[in-house]
């Protein structure tokens, strides 16, 4: 399983979810974000999580498509 990291950026206290899985290549564009987002195919920190919306900090573990992606501050 490959892990990909996220860096916040100094100022922000967290990322969207869409935003996490455009950021790290695993979507093309928000639309194919919100897409598997809302079939339930992303799950953060080891539960399905269907909003786009999602606020992720430090330490959260988001997994799709059999990848990871871990945000850090």
Do not use: P, W
Request: aromatic share 4%.
């Amino acid at each position: 399983m490959i892990m990909d990291i996220i860096k916040l950026r100094e100022k922000d206290e967290f990322i969207k979810l869409g935003q996490a899985l455009k950021a790290a290549g695993l979507v093309e564009n928000g639309a194919e974000a919100k897409e598997v987002i809302q079939d339930g195919e992303v799950s953060v920190n080891g539960e399905t999580d269907t909003r786009r919306g999602r606020k992720l900090y430090d330490g959260d573990i988001v997994e799709y498509n059999h990848e990871q992606i871990k945000i850090e501050k």
